[in-house]
């Protein structure tokens, strides 16, 4: 069929047989739980893989992610079905609280580790990294170290391009955007861009939380805010406890105001919304 008499297809049928593989590939590579009735989203965020790919519907689809020994349609099967959605300074209670109480905490340490864990787009980090510089002296700053991960390799390229609609500039105090953005990105009007040199304070790794994590170093923060939602409270379990081992003594676990750890078993004590801490081992 010649291009101008394709049918414009805003989304794929899923049988429900297709979304039933698609919910055990998910939640087994990804711990994401798609629950029953995201068939349509689920048509909607895969058509456009389909498409590019030339194929006809969601089950050569599949065939085709099984068969690929690379693993990379796999990825990139993942990459479509998550929920990337962040803003800078997302749930503002949390930056307030790492000015006020987490850094002059760690005011006296040679370094200071920060894990963004489901950095996605990677406005969470930068905004971390952004009241950072402004809290901290160069000296101090520089012994921060910021780890930015997500399973989405989509969302990490953005991440680490540092890319943002002009607009969303409005989200932001003026001082931040004359500091650490600039305007005309490679002749793209309405873009702005992270500053090299603040991209460059950031790591961004692809990490699938699902998976082994040891190597990451221990952090005195880990932020992993409005990932676990996509999680079962099982999944969740296991995640907070190795989030508390990857912890330091007296180092702080911030979720999403819409998650909670309530129920679960874990090391770490409550400090108030969203924000537990894993004891310090000291006494009094
Ligand atoms: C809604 S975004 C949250 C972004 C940011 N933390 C915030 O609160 O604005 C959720 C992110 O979790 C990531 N994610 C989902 N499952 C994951 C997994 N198994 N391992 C790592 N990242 C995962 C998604 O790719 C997505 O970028």
């Keep these: 069929m010649p291009p101008e008499t394709t049918p414009l297809i805003a989304s794929q049928t899923v049988q429900p047989g297709e979304f039933r593989k698609i919910q055990s590939l998910t939640y087994q590579v990804a711990g994401i739980d798609l629950r029953e009735g995201k068939e349509a989203l689920v048509g909607a965020r895969l058509n456009k893989r389909i498409r590019e790919l030339g194929l006809k519907d969601v089950s050569s689809y599949l065939n085709l992610v099984e ?8 990825i990139a099967l993942i990459d479509a079905l998550t929920t990337n959605f962040t803003s800078f300074l997302r749930e503002p209670q949390h930056f307030e609280f790492l000015r006020s109480v987490i850094l002059p905490a760690l005011a006296t340490r040679a370094s200071i580790r920060i894990w963004s864990a489901g950095c996605s787009t990677g406005e969470e980090p930068y905004s971390i990294l ?53 305007r005309g990105v490679g002749g793209q009007d309405g873009m702005v861009r992270v500053r090299e040199e603040w991209r460059s304070r950031i790591r961004f790794q692809r990490l699938n939380l699902m998976e082994e994590f040891t190597n990451v170093a221990v952090a005195n ?4 805010r ?18 508390a081992e990857r912890l330091e003594p007296g180092g702080w676990l911030l979720i999403g105001h819409s998650e909670g750890l309530m129920g679960m078993e874990h090391e770490l004590s409550y400090v108030m919304p969203a924000v537990y801490r894993k004891p310090s081992g000291r006494k009094g």
């Design 67 to 74: 068969a690929d020994r690379t693993g990379l349609e796999l």
């Design 221 to 224: 923060v880990i932020f992993c």
């Design 130 to 182: 952004f009241h950072l510089a402004q809290a901290l002296g160069q000296a101090e700053l520089a012994a921060v170290e910021i780890l930015a991960t997500d399973i989405s390799t989509r969302a990490l390229s953005a991440a680490s391009a540092g890319v943002y609609p002009a607009s969303r500039m409005k989200e932001l105090p003026e001082a931040w955007r004359k500091r650490f953005f600039q």
């Design 226 to 243: 409005n990932v676990m939602i996509y999680f079962d409270k099982q999944t969740q379990q296991k995640l907070v406890r190795r989030f």
